[in-house]
């Protein structure tokens, strides 16, 4: 078994001998990979679809790991008891979503030791969230898969100052790593920012929402200026 660029971004956040969780499992590639390679030896493959499910399900059959990986169909963090997985893994799903999940199962998500996620939209918020609420970013990275850009964070628990706004948006691990993908990923988020702003030239949506922006955009191109 093989895992994308963007899995894989995913696999290498997780520690050896984690307790882990894959939410959003789709087809529990990322759990067989992961126990295959002797990185972990059980995980909780869990979605809420039941489609999703019966696809996990023929994964870990074919590579022979049932006893090792547990699929529950669910919602979301619905499907674990607190501290049944320290390391937590959600993907493949909006930053809204994402957050909503955290929210409703405080009691898993206090006693979970990380947190990976990759969020399909909305990444600056997903990453305020964490610093609102008792996480911190330890690691990221992002990787281009099939011409789409994906960004993966991995959180521990532990306040620490919340980063500024213009790092919210490019990502404070990968401004201080110096990413090799960093200064094409921040061209990357600028343009879809004026582009967005664009957008609204002559709209509805006039005055704050469009100075919230060009304040937004002045602050990243500040930030880029300096690497």
Known sequence: MELDRRLAALADFVPQGARL???????AYLPAWLVQQGRIKQAIASDVLPGPCQAAEKTIAAAGLRGQIAVRCGDGLATLAPG????IAIAGMGGATMIAILEREPEVVAR?????????????????????????????????????????????????????????????????????????????????????LAAMQGGKDTGDRQADYRRLIAQIEEVVAKW
């Open 21 to 27: 969780a894959d939410i959003g499992t789709d087809h």
């Open 84 to 87: 049944e997985a320290d390391t």
């Open 112 to 196: 979970a030791q990380q947190l990976i996620l990759q969020p399909m939209g909305g990444v600056a918020g997903v990453r305020r969230w964490l610093y609102e609420h008792g996480w911190h970013l330890d690691g990221e990275n992002v990787v281009v898969e099939r011409g789409r850009w994906y960004e993966v964070l991995s959180a521990r628990p532990g306040w620490r100052p919340c980063p500024s706004e213009a790092l919210l948006w490019l990502g404070p691990v990968l401004a201080q790593q110096r990413h090799p993908l960093l200064a094409e990923h921040a061209a990357f988020i600028l343009n879809k920012l004026k582009r967005t």
